[in-house]
């Protein structure tokens, strides 16, 4: 759940949703990080949380029970909203075929392990590595010229550019996957509307360096 709608059901501003996540943020309580929103109406870049449950819950515990009991109707209608997309066989032959499907998928997911042993090694040396770095860095990682890692990365949608500017952005995919992260830095409120601003470095996780090895980029540079 976004720190927007979160807002939006409160009735609170969402400056102030985002003061009172960063605050749990600094005491080590939320584990969600802070993204990048672009407003649909003058394309600017906002901050704002992606929130799990477990984080959203921990958010509005100091809330009044009546916005309290909001967020938690509001979740229950998004877990409703799963379950009836589940499939459940109601008879032994759907049982079967399900059964059957899932012993094929096993088989193909062994397929896929033993054909993709032999970099087993490297790519955990690499995610083994510290925590997040700069693309800069993962391109010395990678042995590969860092200008070419920024092209690819662009080119393979993991970056890009926002409305002319020349900072690079990483796609909420990529984030939402664990490949990417952004560094914050805040920047001055906006001069018009006095809101929040802030800038973005993407940096790549362990976990999008060894994806990077795997698929050997150096290769198609």
């Given at each position: 759940?976004?720190?927007?709608?979160?807002?939006?059901?409160?009735?609170?501003?969402?400056?102030?949703?985002?003061?009172?996540?960063?605050?749990?943020v600094?005491?080590?309580?939320?584990?969600?990080?802070?993204t990048?929103?672009t407003?649909?109406q003058?394309?600017?870049?906002?901050?704002e949380f992606?929130?799990?449950?477990r984080?959203?819950?921990?958010?509005?515990?100091?809330?009044?029970?009546?916005?309290?009991?909001?967020?938690?109707?509001?979740?229950?209608?998004?877990?409703?909203?799963?379950?009836?997309?589940?499939?459940?066989?109601?008879?032994?032959?759907?049982?079967?075929?399900l059964?059957?499907?899932q012993?094929e998928?096993?088989?193909k997911?062994?397929?896929?392990?033993?054909?993709?042993?032999p970099?087993?090694?490297?790519?955990?040396?690499?995610a083994?590595?510290?925590?997040?770095?700069c693309?800069?860095?993962?391109?010395?990682h990678?042995?590969?010229?860092?200008s070419?890692l920024?092209?690819?990365?662009?080119?393979?949608?993991?970056?890009?550019?926002?409305?002319?500017?020349?900072?690079?952005?990483?796609?909420?995919?990529?984030?939402?996957?664990?490949?990417?992260?952004h560094?914050?830095?805040a920047?001055?409120?906006d001069?018009?509307?006095?809101?929040?601003?802030a800038?973005?470095?993407?940096?790549?996780?362990p976990?999008g360096?060894?994806?990077?090895?795997?698929?050997?980029?150096?290769?198609?540079?």
């Amino acid at each position: 759940m976004s720190s927007r709608e979160i807002a939006e059901l409160t009735g609170k501003s969402h400056d102030n949703v985002l003061r009172d996540a960063r605050a749990l943020v600094k005491q080590g309580v939320l584990k969600s990080e802070e993204t990048p929103y672009t407003h649909p109406q003058n394309g600017r870049v906002y901050p704002e949380f992606l929130l799990s449950q477990r984080d959203t819950l921990v958010l509005v515990s100091g809330y009044n029970a009546q916005l309290r009991a909001k967020i938690i109707d509001r979740w229950q209608e998004l877990e409703s909203g799963v379950v009836a997309r589940l499939q459940v066989p109601t008879n032994f032959a759907e049982a079967l075929r399900l059964a059957a499907e899932q012993v094929e998928q096993n088989q193909k997911l062994q397929g896929v392990i033993e054909r993709q042993a032999p970099k087993v090694a490297a790519i955990q040396r690499l995610a083994g590595a510290g925590g997040a770095i700069c693309i800069t860095d993962a391109a010395k990682h990678l042995q590969v010229p860092p200008s070419k890692l920024f092209a690819w990365l662009q080119q393979h949608r993991w970056i890009f550019h926002r409305n002319g500017s020349t900072r690079w952005i990483a796609y909420q995919p990529r984030i939402s996957a664990g490949l990417m992260v952004h560094k914050v830095t805040a920047l001055k409120p906006d001069a018009e509307t006095g809101a929040d601003r802030a800038a973005y470095q993407p940096l790549v996780t362990p976990k999008g360096l060894a994806l990077l090895a795997e698929k050997n980029i150096g290769a198609s540079l």
